[in-house]
């Protein structure tokens, strides 16, 4: 991570904050006031953190070395087959959470949370990695979201139903790619192979003393889950409305190691980074959906739409009936996109205000508005129904096929 920090700064993209800053809501309402990446160097004292890593998409293509309008179809194209290494065994010191400049984000928030922080855990042969957010509860204990179904969750059952904890390595400051991979859903185990991917082709990694392996990291916890839950939340998420209160798992912290001078990684829980996270990596998912039934230019998850739940999908049609066919495809690769616009090759999916002129000029809405009800929907969704689905909605905003005429734009050579 501080490979990528040097490089930001050369670009002119870093914030210093030289003066003292508290972790209680006032880094975290610094970061909110804009999209560079803000480097904290006396959080509550002396402690080194940053936040807005990748705030935008310029700076995850920053981090990837890719053109930003290159992302979506580069990532789509990837192989998720890059090569991982055996590095050093890790020397764990006593753990004490009281050492980190943890934030608290918001006023009604239960406590103070780790946001940025990427769980890897081992269970029977299969390795995973992926971010949950953890609220810390005393010195060696974190409360965690672990949403069912998903694969930390899936490993915890499958080592309770043995009698047994899960091993778990929590790292924090990692790069960006490392983050960015372990948001992303791809075939069991293959989080690092696809980082590996994203770094050049090889990611080393090192071994935690109970067996997981960890990437580079400023901060790596190891521990376990077991059986014990408590109350977990409120907390900020996603739509910037608080989650509610939850039983979650308790994770037992039973070693703990930190480079010199540690910096200390936060996402600002509903900022643009928590956004490009937590949507940017399903952009791929619905390009390829897309492209298996028309051909697809760019899809865009809107920072409006909290990242997550608006997509913009950008198609050059053959046929009369490919935008419906892409408005399905996307909301089956992401069953919580709540919204989807498809749009033509002459409208910047990127520009919200070209989008709205296409839906402006080019959207009938007895014909082309496609409205499903009773389906799955994002349990993070406000308005969403009690017993978990939701209504949805596409919009066909292209031009009718064989009408392109009418709809010429004015424009200078």
Not at 51 to 80: H, Y
Request: glycine letters at 10%.
């Amino acid at each position: 991570m501080r490979n990528f920090i040097e490089k930001m700064r050369e670009e002119g993209r870093v914030i210093d904050i030289e003066e003292p800053c508290s972790t209680v809501f006032e880094a975290p309402k610094r970061a909110s006031e804009t999209d560079d990446l803000v480097f904290f160097h006396k959080l509550d004292g002396d402690r080194k953190g940053v936040m807005n890593v990748t705030a935008s998409r310029a700076s995850l293509s920053c981090a990837l070395g890719i053109p930003e309008p290159d992302i979506v179809p580069r990532l789509a194209a990837t192989s998720q087959n890059g090569l991982i290494t055996e590095g050093t065994r890790l020397n764990m010191d006593t753990p004490d959470l009281g050492l980190l400049p943890v934030m608290k984000h918001f006023p009604l928030d239960a406590g103070r949370y780790l946001t940025s922080a990427v769980v890897f855990s081992q269970y029977g042969g299969v390795e995973n990695a992926s971010i949950h957010r953890m609220q810390v509860l005393d010195e060696r204990r974190l409360a965690a979201r672990l949403v069912e179904g998903r694969h930390t969750h899936s490993l915890l059952q499958d080592a309770l139903a043995d009698g047994e904890r899960l091993p778990v390595a929590i790292t924090i400051g990692t790069h960006p790619a490392v983050t960015f991979a372990s948001c992303t859903r791809v075939p069991q185990g293959k989080e690092m192979q696809y980082a590996a991917e994203l770094l050049g082709g090889e990611i080393e990694l090192d071994t935690c003393s109970h067996g997981v392996r960890v990437p580079d990291a400023e901060i790596v916890l190891e521990g376990y889950i077991g059986s014990e839950t408590t109350e977990e939340g409120p907390f900020v998420d996603i739509t910037g409305t608080y989650d509610p209160v939850r039983q979650g798992p308790v994770i037992e912290i039973t070693g703990m190691h930190m480079k010199h001078d540690a910096i200390y990684h936060g996402i600002l829980p509903a900022g643009n980074e928590h956004k490009i996270l937590m949507g940017m990596p399903y952009e791929p998912k619905i390009f390829q959906a897309v492209a298996g039934v028309t051909r697809v230019k760019n899809v865009v998850l809107t920072t409006g739409g909290c990242g997550y739940l608006h997509g913009i999908v950008q198609i050059k049609k053959s046929t009369q009936g490919d935008a419906k066919n892409a408005i399905m495809a996307a909301f089956a690769a992401h069953t919580s996109l709540k919204h989807v616009v498809v749009v033509d090759e002459d409208i910047n999916p990127f520009r919200m205000e070209d989008v709205e002129y296409a839906i402006a000029t080019r959207v009938r809405a007895d014909r082309d508005v496609m409205v499903i009800v009773g389906v799955r929907g994002s349990s993070l969704d406000p308005c969403r129904i009690g017993d978990g689905t939701n209504v949805k909605m596409g919009v066909d905003a292209t031009m009718v096929m064989g009408e392109e005429e009418k709809f010429i734009r004015a424009e200078w050579d």
